[in-house]
């Protein structure tokens, strides 16, 4: 079989197919279909739902749509918090047979901060000295379904670096900042990011958009506003990874409406070292599993291995 | 070892018999390691191919072994698809999924159990009577020498309520009502009472007009149909004394099973509960606060 590992920071991935956080709850899954999605996970590293300082309803109801090729959501961050999450979540991510990569999303630059520190202060007791081979840290500053902080922070440079050089001078492992497409210039704020010691990009969070109550003519949103994802988005998240690569020497993670192994073939030659299944994960829970054994197929075929392949469509010919 | 998750849980099904009923359609689906589903349970449903993106959440309508009924009413894109199935066609399907009516609730109970479902809302209740029957059987044996089948051994009346719209979608209870009717061979009576807004079937009511005329104090309520019949189903019921009621909703899902938080509806309490994992089926007081309904804002989605 192809050898499809791939490194992201200090991690080992088996493959290069991980989740958008947000569109897949492993636990959640076990208790539907049975404990083989924990025992033997689809996904290389499991990236849970983004997790706050304080506990989170989220927002109110109604919160996704289906689109033409996609999906509108605005779910707004809910979840238990930081507390909570130390102390119910982390115990059985750490039992699990895959690296982690705990996505954070903060207020303020503070914010930020403390969810780092208490999350290494966690892991420094339960794993010493040896954690960082296990668990990484996703900086969610790029949801565009809360009204303060996150995407205002990932929507400007200054910030961005600002909360990454902060986070960076607490958190000893993987730090990967999750960019948002909803800018002027991505590659600007990539390399902010990159300047402040992140270790890795996500690219990109979902693109922010608005659908109509065809009854009512008004917005059908809960929150009026949402973030586009799914088959609709492709085209433009390959972009953004074809030109964040240009832009930094760091590890690229390509995410927007990967559905099949040619489209992670597709965002690995924009330049993605890995890959992650957001929304189109919904219809089949495995599409991360199979699309990595497509992934082995198809590489073989060409006779390419994965380091070949990323940045394939930078090179001259 | 056990079973990788690479194997998956979605099922590659197809349709076995497609029937016309009421402006709906009946698909009958053989879905090969389906594992049985609880009453109340759904599936997320996507033709193969399909034009839309997410799958569609339904109610499984009945199920012998791997052989599972779905009733889908055309309302949009993916439904629209799914009606225009027909024998033979591929289809995929992700379940069971979320949680089940309370059989042994219904049952077991000193009250008596009435149905009451509005429109496409009939869809889960063959297979919740065929369960409720079968349970009965084990709670219940027939004493020795009476036939289970025989008058005198017939277990304690099911009332069972149906509204619709028109004579039309009234054409979609047949399975029900022949499953009702079946009922008493099995060890439960069900006793049907059937209200047409239109009046082509007797006078012109809606079945909250039949749930006001029936219900009894201890009486036990599984409730599925539009969310305004629900709304007004709870304000019938939470009006007499020791009723117990679960309400089947319908939300837009995307992912059906707990991951995405898409679903939420507003609970009683202002907290937000997943109808694909608290839910579908949701006990009336979680759902329903009665300051709510006296502002007869509606709590479930379309």
Known sequence: ?317 | MSKRADEGPRFLGRVVTDERLGGMVRLTVEIPGWPGSGPGQFALLQSEPSRCFLSRALSVSDERGERVVFLIAPVGDGTRELCGLQMGDPIRVLGPLGNAFDVDALVKSPGRAVIVAGGAGVAPFPLLLSRMAARYREVFPAPAGEQPGSPEAAGPEVLVLLGFRDSLQFEASAPLRQTAASMGRAGLRCRLEIAVEDGSHGPAEKVTDLLQRHLQPGDRVAVCGPSAMSTAVWRVCSAVSDVQTWFSLETNMACGVGSCHGCVIMLADGTQGRVCREGPVFRGETVFASERVLAGEEVAGD
């Open chain 1, 1 to 317: 079989m192809t050898d499809l590992s791939v490194r992201l920071g200090p991690l080992r991935l088996e493959h290069p197919l991980i989740n958008c956080s947000g569109t897949m709850e492993l636990f959640e899954l076990a208790k539907a279909f049975g404990p083989r999605f924990v025992e033997h996970p689809p996904v290389a590293a499991y990236v849970p739902k983004t997790v706050t300082l304080q506990p989170r309803l989220g927002n109110p109801p109604p919160r996704i749509l289906e689109t033409a090729a996609g999906l509108i959501n605005a779910i707004g961050l809910p979840g238990p918090g930081l507390e909570v999450f130390v102390g119910e979540e982390l115990p059985r991510l750490l039992a699990l047979p895959c690296p982690v990569i705990v996505s954070v999303g903060g207020f303020s630059r503070e914010e930020y901060v403390a969810l780092a520190g208490g999350l290494k202060d966690a892991l420094d007791v339960a794993l010493p000295a040896e954690w960082t081979c296990r668990m990484g840290l996703e900086l969610n500053i790029s949801c565009p379904n809360v009204r303060s902080g996150c995407a205002s922070i990932g929507a400007d440079a200054r910030e961005t670096e600002g909360v990454v050089a902060a986070v960076r001078a607490t958190w000893p492992g993987l730090l990967v900042a999750k960019l948002t497409p909803n800018v002027t210039d991505m590659t600007e704020i990539g390399r902010a990011a990159e300047a402040a010691g992140a270790d890795a990009l996500a690219a990109v969070n979902t693109y922010k958009g608005l659908v109509i109550d065809r009854r009512t003519l008004r917005p059908y949103l809960g929150n009026v506003t949402g973030g586009l994802s799914g088959p609709a988005i492709k085209p433009l998240a390959l972009r953004a990874v074809y030109e964040l690569y240009e832009a930094v020497a760091l590890p690229i993670v390509g995410m927007g409406g990967v559905e099949t192994a040619d489209d992670v073939l597709e965002f690995m030659a924009c330049g993605a070292t890995v890959v992650a299944v957001g929304s189109c994960g919904f219809k089949d829970p495995c599409l991360a599993w199979h699309s990595s054994r497509e992934l082995a197929i198809a590489l073989s075929d060409r006779d390419l291995t994965v380091s070949d392949v990323v940045g394939w469509a930078h090179r001259e010919v």
